[in-house]
């Protein structure tokens, strides 16, 4: 019986060469490539043909889009997770779902093998190979950047014209690039060299530059539910739909442009261009709430919970016990995150326009510097003396020990 190899297949440069190396490294073996749509723009009518004309015996694409919103992105979005304090997790919280996904093909197919297209200096093997693990345990992987003799992307350019293949790719814009609905990385090319000013204008592909956005300010009314967002400008929309309209909207006023050198898993630094637009709108939003309806304690807690969360999403260790619990200690955070915010858009800021919530901890009788019913400003006094003992206690044995 020949092997089946189930290839995550996305139809650019690198899983393109996969399938007649796999045919030429593996006889008679049977390469099954699925293409997992996350929201990724793409004619998949092209991507099978171009599978099929590469070699691949069978062509699966499953639409994973509303799962990728609901069962990952709501997650990260209520958790607050940013790595290292400008990434958004796009790549990396779609890994686990599409392994997961490619895990579902090789068994149902009976399938030997599943193969990826991660290099071996990236983060994506991790996170592919350690979901895996997970749940197909005896399951063997094909990692061909570990083992074949392309070295590059030109390589592999070369490699396809040598079999007869147009690469779909050139060599002047080759950056490596991944996309779903959440956002779009960019890597590769005079990114590279971190001294070096990115080449937005024929770089970005969702957003127009912060200059090139319109000279007016654009505001949108996001409404939260327990942390997820239901509604955009009143109009209730489901989460794909949503987070599609807010990518429109944030793309063209230049939003959620990041450039960002990163240590990846491995340990090396890497320089990457990150467009997320409509995620952006959302964090900024969820934050706001957040603002106006977490205690102090809650607060402070939750940051320390939202950075480890993120690096354990960054790393791949989705399914693991730890990021479970957290996500657990998350969900009851979010259980008063109710409430509206409007923002204002405006060349690439985001700014706040007010924000409303049914469980508001903000009291305006005790804020405001008009004197209220709910605190007395005498008692001010002795908290500072309480607070300050410690202080005072400390200097008066420095005092008498002069």
Same mark, same amino acid.
């Given at each position: %019986?020949?092997?089946?190899?189930?290839?995550?297949?996305?139809?650019? @440069?690198?899983?393109?060469?996969?399938?007649?190396?796999?045919?030429? !490294?593996?006889?008679?073996?049977?390469?099954?490539?699925?293409? #997992?749509?996350?929201?990724?723009?793409?004619?998949?009518?092209?991507?099978?043909? =171009? $599978?099929?004309?590469? +070699?691949?015996?069978? #062509?699966?694409?499953?639409?994973?889009?509303?799962?990728?919103?609901?069962?990952?992105?709501?997650? &990260?979005?209520?958790?607050?997770?940013?790595?290292?304090?400008?990434?958004?997790?796009?790549?990396?919280?779609?890994?686990? @779902?599409?392994?997961?996904?490619?895990?579902?093909?090789?068994? $149902?197919?009976?399938?030997?093998?599943?193969?990826?297209?991660?290099?071996?200096?990236? !983060?994506?093997? #991790?996170?592919?190979?350690?979901? &895996?693990?997970?749940?197909?345990?005896? %399951?063997?992987?094909?990692?061909?950047?570990?083992?074949?003799?392309?070295?590059?992307?030109?390589? $592999?350019?070369?490699?396809?014209?040598?079999?007869?293949?147009?690469?779909?790719?050139?060599?002047?814009?080759?950056?490596?690039?991944?996309?779903?609905?959440?956002?779009?990385?960019?890597?590769?090319?005079?990114?590279?060299?971190?001294?070096?000013?990115?080449?937005?204008?024929?770089?970005?592909?969702?957003?127009?530059?912060?200059?090139?956005?319109?000279?007016?300010?654009?505001?949108?009314?996001?409404?939260?539910?327990?942390? &997820?967002?239901?509604?955009?400008?009143?109009?209730? %929309?489901?989460?794909?739909?949503?987070?599609?309209?807010?990518?429109?909207?944030?793309?063209?006023?230049?939003?959620?442009?990041?450039?960002?050198?990163?240590? =990846?898993?491995? +340990? %090396?630094?890497? =320089?990457?261009?990150?467009?997320?637009?409509?995620?952006?709108?959302?964090?900024?939003?969820?934050?706001?709430?957040?603002?106006?309806?977490?205690?102090?304690?809650?607060?402070?807690?939750?940051?320390?919970?939202? *950075?480890?969360?993120?690096?354990? #999403?960054?790393?791949?260790?989705?399914?693991?016990?730890?990021?479970?619990?957290?996500?657990?200690?998350?969900?009851?955070? *979010?259980?008063?995150?109710?409430?509206?915010?409007?923002?204002?858009?405006?060349?690439?800021?985001?700014?706040?326009?007010?924000?409303?919530?049914?469980?508001?901890?903000?009291?305006?009788?005790?804020?405001?510097?008009?004197?209220?019913?709910?605190?007395?400003?005498?008692? $001010?006094?002795?908290?500072?003396?309480?607070?300050?003992?410690?202080?005072?206690?400390?200097?008066?044995?420095?005092?008498?020990?002069?």
């Amino acid at each position: %019986m020949n092997e089946k190899i189930v290839l995550a297949y996305s139809g650019g @440069l690198d899983t393109t060469a996969i399938i007649p190396w796999l045919k030429e !490294n593996y006889p008679n073996c049977e390469v099954i490539a699925c293409c #997992v749509d996350l929201g990724q723009c793409g004619d998949y009518l092209t991507f099978e043909n =171009r $599978a099929l004309q590469t +070699g691949a015996d069978k #062509v699966c694409i499953i639409d994973a889009r509303d799962e990728f919103v609901t069962d990952f992105l709501y997650p &990260i979005i209520k958790a607050g997770a940013i790595y290292e304090g400008k990434y958004l997790l796009g790549t990396s919280a779609a890994r686990p @779902l599409i392994a997961k996904k490619l895990i579902d093909v090789a068994l $149902a197919e009976g399938a030997t093998s599943i193969c990826h297209g991660a290099t071996g200096k990236g !983060n994506d093997q #991790v996170r592919f190979e350690l979901t &895996i693990r997970t749940f197909a345990p005896r %399951m063997n992987i094909i990692a061909p950047w570990r083992i074949w003799n392309i070295r590059s992307r030109e390589d $592999a350019m070369e490699y396809l014209r040598a079999h007869g293949i147009e690469p779909p790719s050139s060599k002047e814009d080759s950056y490596s690039r991944d996309e779903n609905i959440w956002h779009l990385s960019h890597e590769g090319l005079e990114l590279e060299d971190p001294g070096s000013e990115p080449q937005y204008r024929r770089l970005l592909q969702l957003s127009v530059t912060p200059e090139d956005a319109p000279d007016k300010a654009e505001y949108v009314q996001l409404s939260f539910e327990c942390g &997820i967002p239901l509604s955009l400008d009143g109009v209730s %929309m489901n989460p794909v739909e949503l987070l599609s309209r807010l990518n429109e909207i944030g793309g063209r006023n230049g939003v959620g442009i990041v450039d960002l050198v990163e240590n =990846r898993v491995v +340990g %090396m630094k890497t =320089r990457g261009i990150y467009e997320t637009p409509g995620g952006t709108i959302i964090y900024t939003a969820h934050r706001e709430l957040e603002n106006l309806c977490f205690d102090k304690q809650t607060t402070a807690f939750k940051a320390i919970v939202s *950075q480890r969360l993120g690096e354990l #999403v960054y790393s791949g260790e989705w399914y693991t016990p730890l990021r479970e619990a957290l996500s657990a200690f998350i969900d009851k955070t *979010q259980e008063l995150i109710t409430g509206t915010v409007r923002l204002k858009l405006y060349k690439g800021n985001i700014s706040p326009a007010g924000t409303t919530s049914p469980y508001s901890l903000y009291n305006q009788s005790i804020s405001s510097f008009s004197t209220g019913d709910l605190y007395d400003h005498k008692d $001010a006094e002795g908290f500072i003396k309480l607070m300050g003992l410690p202080t005072t206690v400390r200097a008066l044995m420095e005092e008498r020990n002069r």
